[in-house]
Every structure is written in structure tokens, then in C-alpha cells.
């Protein structure tokens, strides 16, 4: 199997994670807007612009009609940009329309049959299936004990993907006996290449024991029994060592711009469970 060049990847990424966005459950909608694509959810979902083709001309006006039509909806919003984004001061125009800038994370990616996935459980943890509400509510009170913040909304979100499109959703618990110490899921994309780590959360007192590779191999070996061949994973700086010793590649930043509206806080992608952070507590989540 021929790597392919970090370019390609991003450009393969960009092309069906990002301009070829699909919904993320049953009440999302994805809709390109001119040289925008953005996804509409409920209020627990993930609302906000995944691509932008924009130039110094068009800018501007493309992010007031988006803060328009979020606001016009009650939602706050989140305006996903990636290092190579043009124009090369759209992050500054979104601050100035009111944006808020979260912590930067490093979109990585890996192809599977490339991975190192020989990491394992420690004894006396296994993996277990999430397919029911009980496991719902697990995982999101995995979520609360590792990260100190409600995750009804994550509860809910997940109780959906699962309603609506089971075969779509790979949610695990690690559990020490019976007791849940870490959760992570994977979000498998069908029609892409890419399937998408996130969630990955440990609680305190089981932390750097391994628990949080050996969750990252079992959902690799999963994506490739069911056919895709790269995952990818917002990385935050804690995390980004661990992957790339897996065999992750950074191809770009990416950096949550969040917009408030009707004085709601946005559920951001970082603030949904942190693409990567193995059970530390700050942005990225895998």
C-alpha cells in the first residue's frame, strides 16, 4: 500500500470531510451557501461552517450572512478554520464580526494498515460495545468524571446517532470490572475514505495506563474491518505525541471560531469531548 503525501491527504480531506459534509444525525442538515458548506442541528448538536472557498472580495459578506442566518435561528454557531484557509486573514475578519478564537488543534491523519495498533488494555479492563441508552449514559458520565462538565447534550447526540444510524457510530466503553473508566467513539462516514476519532476520555485515577491507545487501536481495527482506510483526529498538544508515535501525520491546524447568539454558548467541537486529549482536560478529542 503506497502513504499518501501529506498534500493529497489534506486535499482528499478537504474535498469529502469538508466540502462534502454530511449530516451528523437525523435533524442535521448540510447546505452549501455560495462558497460556504454549513450544518444546521438541534440546539445539543453541532451547529457551524465546515468549508470556505472565500477570497479578500467576498469575505466578509459570507460571515455576516452566516451570523445572520444562525442568529435569525437562535443557535450559536461555530466557524471550523484550517490553517490553510483563505483568505490568510480570515481569522482575524471573524474576530472582528464577533467571533471568539478556542485553543488551536492539529488535524492529523493515519492510514489504518500504517497504524501501530498493538497497544491493549491493561488487565482487568475490557472493551465494551455502546448500543443502548444505558450505554449512553455511561459514556457521558465517563465524560463528566474526566473533563468536570455536563454532557447531557453528548448523551443526546449519541443516543441519536445511534436511533438514526447505528451501522455509522462505533461508541466503546473501558470498563474495570464493571466499573466505566474511559469512553471514545468513532464516527464512520460512509461514501469517504476517512472515519473520525473522537471523545476519547479517561477519568482521573486511571490515567496513563494506556487506556487511551489501546481505545485509539481497537476503533482502527474496527474501520478497517468495515472498509475505510484512514482515520482522523483533531489533535490537541497533549495528545499529538501519542498519535504521531501511532503513526498519525499533522497535515494542518485547525482553530473553533465560536459565535454566540440569544446569549447561548456554542457547543463547540472541542468543547464536545476534545478530539485526542487520552483523558486531559483541555482541547482536541480522539
Do not use: C
Not at 86 to 100: E, I, M, N, S
Not at 118 to 146: K, Y
Not at 180 to 186: F, G, I, K, L
Amino acid at each position: 500500500m503506497n502513504r499518501a503525501p501529506a498534500p493529497a491527504l489534506l486535499a482528499l480531506h478537504d474535498r469529502e470531510m469538508r466540502e462534502g459534509a454530511r449530516p451528523d444525525g437525523p435533524d442535521d442538515t448540510v447546505e452549501r451557501v455560495g462558497r460556504v458548506v454549513r450544518r444546521t442541528a438541534p440546539a445539543h448538536g453541532w451547529n457551524g461552517v465546515v468549508w470556505s472557498d472565500l477570497g479578500a472580495d467576498d469575505a466578509d459578506a459570507a460571515i455576516a450572512e452566516q451570523v445572520a442566518y444562525y442568529t435569525a435561528l437562535g443557535l450559536p454557531f461555530e466557524w471550523k478554520l484550517y490553517g490553510h484557509d483563505l483568505p490568510a486573514d480570515l481569522g482575524k475578519r471573524l474576530v472582528a464580526a464577533g467571533f471568539t478564537p478556542e485553543p488551536d488543534e492539529t488535524l492529523m491523519a493515519g492510514e489504518i494498515g500504517r497504524l501501530t495498533l498493538d497497544a491493549e488494555l491493561p488487565d482487568g479492563v475490557r472493551a465494551v460495545p455502546v448500543t443502548d441508552e444505558a450505554g449512553a449514559d455511561q459514556v457521558a458520565a465517563v465524560h463528566e468524571r474526566a473533563f468536570g462538565d455536563d454532557a447531557s447534550w453528548l448523551r443526546r447526540q449519541l443516543l441519536d446517532r445511534l436511533a438514526a444510524a447505528p451501522d455509522d457510530v462505533v461508541a466503546v466503553l473501558a470498563l474495570a470490572g464493571d466499573v466505566p473508566v474511559s469512553a471514545a467513539r468513532m464516527e464512520l462516514v460512509p461514501g469517504t475514505g476517512f472515519a473520525g476519532l473522537w471523545g476519547g476520555g479517561t477519568v482521573p485515577d486511571w490515567r496513563g495506563r494506556g487506556i487511551y491507545r489501546a481505545l485509539v487501536a481497537h476503533r482502527a481495527r474496527i474501520g478497517a474491518d468495515r472498509g475505510y482506510r484512514y482515520l482522523q483526529v483533531d489533535a490537541s498538544a497533549q495528545s499529538r505525541p501519542i498519535l504521531e508515535r501511532l503513526g498519525f501525520s499533522p497535515l494542518t491546524t485547525t482553530t473553533p471560531y465560536l459565535y454566540e447568539a440569544s446569549g447561548r454558548t456554542s457547543v463547540s467541537r472541542q468543547e464536545e469531548e476534545a478530539a485526542a486529549r487520552g483523558g486531559v482536560r483541555g482541547p482536541g478529542r480522539a
